[in-house]
C-alpha cells in the first residue's frame, strides 16, 4: 500500500476508486465500505484509495474539544493495509480545506489529485465548508464530472448503528466484549514497556507497564482479561487500568502481567487486547490484602484463557 501523507504527493496516478469517510474506528460499519472499495476497483482494474485524515477534524475547530483516537495511526495503516487497500490519502485536516466549498473540494481533491472514477461514503458523510457536502452534492456532481457515487446505508448491529461515537461509549464504559463486535477486533492499547515501581515483582505477579496516551480513548479504571503481543508473540495475560490507590498517588498506566512469563523486556513494545472487564479499581487495606485480590483475579483470567485453549 502506497501512503500520501500531503496533497502535494498526489500527482498522475492511475484512476481510482476511493472510500470517503475519517476512519477513525475502521469499524465494521466503515470495513463494509472499504471492502466494497477494494472489490470495485478490483472489478474494473482501477487502483482503491482511502481518503482519510491524519488528525481528526475536531482538533482544527474552535471552541470544540479534541475527540479522542480509537486507533494509533499505524493501527489504522497495518489494518488499511490488511484489507487490499493501494493507495492511502492520509492528509492532514487544514483550515484551507476547512473551508472548502463542497465544488472546490471535489474538483481540487477528488477530480484533480485522485483521478477518481467512483467513490464509497457512508449515509452521514460531510465535506466541505461548513460541512455543507453531503451525498447528494455528490451524486449531482458525480454525474457532471464523469465519477459515480455508492452510498453506505447505516449498518446495524442488534438495531444499533455502527458509529465511532458509539464505540468510544462503549470504551469509556469498559464494555469490552460489545466494542469488539461492534469493531470487528478487539480494542487494543499499545506502547512501550517502562519501569515501574516493581511491586508487582515484589508480591510475585510482575507486570509490564505502560503509560497512557492522552490522546487515546482509554477504558475506565479496573482489571481485564487481556492478551497481549510482544516481540510478535501472543500471550494470554491480565491487565490492570488505574492509579494504583492502595499504595500511594500515581498518573493512569496499564499494568498486564503476563501467564507463564517472566523475561526483561523494558523498553519493548507491546500491545494489550482487551477482552473483558472483570471488576473496577478497588482501594484495599493493605498489601496482602491487595495480592489476595490480585491472585483472585488471576485465577478468573486463567480460567478464561484456559477454556478457549490459550493456557
Known sequence: MKIFNSLEEIKNIEPTVVALGNFDGVHRG??????????????????SGVFTFSNHTSSILENV????????PDQKISILENMGVDYMFNIPFTKEILS????????????????????????????????SGTPEVLMREGLKRGFGIHVQEPFEIDGI?????YIRKLIEEGRMEECTRFMGRMYAIDGEIV???????????P???????????????????????????????????GVKPTIGKYE????????????????????????????????FNGLDELKNQIENDCIQARVYHRDRGML
Open 30 to 47: 466503515h470495513q463494509e465500505i472499504i471492502n466494497r472499495t477494494v472489490k470495485e476497483a478490483d472489478a474494473a482494474g482501477l487502483k
Open 100 to 131: 472548502m466549498e463542497p465544488v472546490q473540494f471535489i474538483d481540487e481533491i477528488l477530480v484533480k489529485k485522485f483521478n477518481i472514477r467512483e467513490a464509497y461514503c457512508g449515509f452521514n458523510y460531510s465535506f466541505g465548508y461548513k460541512a
Open 65 to 72: 474539544s479534541p475527540v479522542k483516537n480509537i486507533l494509533y
Open 195 to 205: 519501569v515501574g515501581n516493581k511491586l508487582g515483582r515484589t508480591i510475585g505477579f
Open 252 to 283: 493512569k498506566n496499564i499494568e498486564t502481567h503476563i501467564f507463564n512469563f517472566n523475561e526483561d523486556v523494558y523498553g519493548k513494545h507491546i500491545r494489550v487486547d482487551f477482552i473483558k472487564h472483570t471488576r473496577p479499581e478497588m482501594k
Open 161 to 165: 448503528v455502527v458509529s465511532s461515537t
Open 207 to 241: 507486570t509490564c507497564n505502560t503509560v497512557v496516551d492522552d490522546t487515546m480513548i482509554t477504558p475506565p479504571n479496573g482489571v481485564y482479561i487481556t492478551m497481549c503481543t510482544i516481540d510478535g508473540v501472543r500471550r494470554p495475560s491480565v491487565t490492570n487500568v
